[in-house]
């Protein structure tokens, strides 16, 4: 039996230990790689979409310098007749704002609200935001403006009055002196007939 080599052995176990090390430094990065991989989905995982509102609003000016908002509900169109919270914020197109402002209930229907104060004169886009029974959220573009009155008729004199009362006395009694004027007219041509008649016999 030939006897080992201590050179031999020697390089041997020293190829075995640098193969053995190469191995690691090459799995390393694999390694590290693949929990990365796998924790990537989780990390960039959608959002969920967020639910509709069942109620409907619907924003609109008044005429004036206030803001009518209807609630209705979105599956069958009932008025909303819980109690709602909801806010109004105007902005105009030259930078002004104005609110948030409450809404209040409006006597004219119970699910109508309006603006808890007028809006400025002007052009404005106006966002309502309900926070309750369900939150939801509309905006319209609305004219603010004052109402113009009718111009106040001018009181009528006393005068005024008087002629106005002797002009209604006098075609109440006209009937009346048309009546007696023909009663008059036919007196009188009774008596021509009369006297007529008698001298017609006398001759």
Known sequence: MNPVNPVNKAQRYAATVLLAGLGLLLGAPAASAAPAALTAPASVAPASAAPKSPIALEVAGDGGRNVNVLFTWKKDGRPVTDIVAATLLAKAA????????????????????????????????????????????????????????????????????????????????????????????????????????????SG
């Open 94 to 201: 030259d930078g002004r704002t104005f609110g948030p402002i409450p809404l209040k209930s409006a006597p004219e229907g119970q699910n109508l609200y309006n603006a808890s104060e007028p809006l400025p004169a002007g052009e404005w886009k106006v966002t309502v935001t309900a926070t309750k029974p369900a939150e939801a959220r509309k905006s319209a573009t609305v004219k603010a403006q004052d109402v113009k009155l009718p111009a106040a008729s001018a009181p009528v004199s006393n005068a005024a009055l008087a002629e106005r009362a002797a002009q209604e006395n006098s075609s109440d009694d006209l009937p009346l002196q048309i009546g007696v004027i023909a009663a008059a007219a036919l007196a009188a041509i009774g008596i021509m007939v009369v006297l007529v008649r008698r001298r017609n016999v």
